[in-house]
């Protein structure tokens, strides 16, 4: 499913339904995010993908079980770019996350740790680059928790959490 949610509905359909139908790959909800919380989270896996070529250079070195994971990472970070658009001019305003939760939570935990090594690194180099950067921080922060309050519920607690 690529719809996206403010596009139109097919005919016959309610408008804005598109969100409330269940992923074609599997029989969960789809979760839903809003344009701010998609751009955060596009702009970050974009970053992300520059690593992509590391896939090849793995297997050239022999390290297949390292080319195998690297290819999982970014095979979840295409599918959730599947999803949210590939061009960061998409108009749609809400978009339906409709991979499965799997590899959802795996790109989500990607990003954190992506996200705060980044973050560190401009903090210790200081200035304007750094407030930009926990702006930055605190948009994909929103995006991400958003996602898993959809996920999980805002009421579940978070095992995680609870030393």
């Known amino acids: 499913m690529q719809d996206h949610c403010s596009r139109s509905a097919a005919p016959g359909a309610e408008a804005g339904r598109c969100c ?24 970050e896996l974009m970053i992300v993908l520059r690593g992509i070529g590391e896939i090849h250079t793995a297997a050239d070195h022999g390290d297949y079980a390292r080319a195998r994971a690297l290819r999982r990472r970014h095979g979840d970070v295409l599918r959730l770019l599947d999803d949210l658009g590939w061009s960061p001019e998409d108009p749609g305003e809400r978009f339906a996350i409709t991979m499965p939760t ?14 705060v090594e980044a973050l560190d690194a401009h903090v210790r180099d200081g200035g304007d680059h750094a407030r930009q950067s926990v702006r930055y921080v605190l948009a994909l922060v929103a995006a991400c928790g958003s996602i898993v309050t959809q996920l999980v519920g805002a009421d579940e607690p978070d095992p995680e959490r609870e030393g």
């Open 20 to 43: 409330a139908r269940r992923s074609e790959e599997n029989d969960e909800p789809a979760v839903v995010v809003s344009r701010e919380a998609r751009d955060a989270i596009r702009t």
């Open 102 to 115: 799997p590899g959802l939570v795996r790109v989500l935990r990607l990003l954190e740790a992506h996200t």
